[in-house]
C-alpha cells in the first residue's frame, strides 16, 4: 500500500464546475502537504500547502485538510479547460520528529474539464 | 521571479555511459532534492542537500552520486546508465524555514 493515495482518475469535470481531488495517507506524524499541477511532459507546480487542519483558500483553490482521519481534499472552483492536467498530492513525512522535507508523492489524479 | 534551473533539458545516452545533471536553486534558497520520475509514475525522491551536506537518502541507486556546491547549485552524476534509468530528472529548491519546495523544468535522460 503506497503511503500516499490519491483516485487516479480520470476524473470528468465541464467547464465552470467544481472538481474535487482526494488525498489520503498513512503517516500520522505528516505535518505539511501539498498540492501540485504537472501538465504532461512539464515539471510539477506548486499550487497549494496546507499545514493545519481546516480549510485554506487561494483564488479558484481550495485545500482541506482533517488530520485525524489523515486526509487532503483539493477543490478547484470554476473549473477551466486549462485547469486540466494531473494533479498530485505529496507529503512531507516527519519521522521521529526530524524533517529534511523530502515528499512522497501520490500516484496522481488525471482531471479533464471539457467544455 | 528566478526559478529552478536545470541543464541540459535533454540528454541521449548509450547503455554505460555517464551522466551528469545540473541543478541551480532559487537564489537564497539552502536545501535542493532531486527526485525521479518515470512514464506514468509519481516522481521519487532520490537525495537531499542542506548547506553542502547531504541531509536524506531515498531510492537511489549505489550508480548514482550527488553533490552540492558552495555556490548551493548541485550535480546528479550518473555512471554505468541502464536502459532503466531512462525518466524525467527534477530538481527541486526550498528555503530551509520554508516546507514549499519549488521544481525546476526537469530533464529528460534518455538511454538506448
Known amino acids: 500500500q503506497k503511503e500516499v493515495e490519491q483516485n487516479s482518475g480520470p476524473l470528468s469535470v465541464p467547464e465552470g464546475a467544481i472538481a474535487s481531488l482526494n488525498c489520503t495517507y498513512s503517516?500520522?506524524?505528516?505535518?505539511?502537504f501539498f498540492w501540485y499541477r504537472q501538465y504532461s511532459g512539464k515539471s510539477p507546480e506548486l499550487i497549494m500547502s496546507?499545514?493545519?487542519?481546516g480549510d485554506k483558500e487561494d483564488g479558484r483553490f481550495t485545500a482541506q485538510l482533517n488530520k485525524a482521519s489523515q486526509y487532503v481534499s483539493l477543490l478547484i472552483r470554476d473549473s477551466q479547460p486549462s485547469d486540466s492536467a494531473t494533479y498530485l498530492c505529496?507529503?512531507?513525512?516527519?519521522?521521529?520528529?526530524?524533517?529534511?522535507?523530502?515528499?512522497?508523492f501520490g500516484q496522481g489524479t488525471i482531471l479533464t474539464v471539457h467544455p | 521571479a528566478a526559478g529552478v534551473i536545470q541543464s541540459p533539458r535533454h540528454l541521449i545516452k548509450e547503455k554505460r555511459e555517464t551522466a551528469t545533471l545540473k541543478c541551480y536553486p532559487i537564489?537564497?534558497?539552502?536545501?535542493v532534492y532531486w527526485y525521479q520520475q518515470g512514464p506514468g509514475q509519481d516522481p521519487q525522491f532520490l537525495i537531499s542537500?542542506?548547506?553542502?551536506?547531504?541531509?536524506d537518502k531515498g531510492s537511489i541507486p549505489d550508480r548514482f552520486s550527488a553533490q552540492q556546491f558552495s555556490d548551493y547549485h548541485s550535480e546528479l552524476n550518473m555512471s554505468s546508465l541502464e536502459l532503466g534509468d531512462s525518466a524525467l530528472y527534477f530538481c527541486?529548491?526550498?528555503?530551509?524555514?520554508?516546507?514549499?519546495?519549488?521544481f525546476g523544468p526537469g530533464t529528460r535522460l534518455t538511454v538506448t
Open positions: 527541486a529548491s526550498r528555503l530551509a524555514e520554508r516546507y514549499e519546495q519549488y
Open positions: 503517516d500520522r506524524g505528516s505535518q505539511s
Open positions: 496546507i499545514y493545519s487542519n
Open positions: 505529496a507529503v512531507n513525512f516527519h519521522a521521529g520528529g526530524t524533517s529534511y522535507g523530502k515528499l512522497t
Open positions: 537564489p537564497r534558497h539552502d536545501t
Open positions: 542537500f542542506y548547506e553542502k551536506m547531504q541531509s
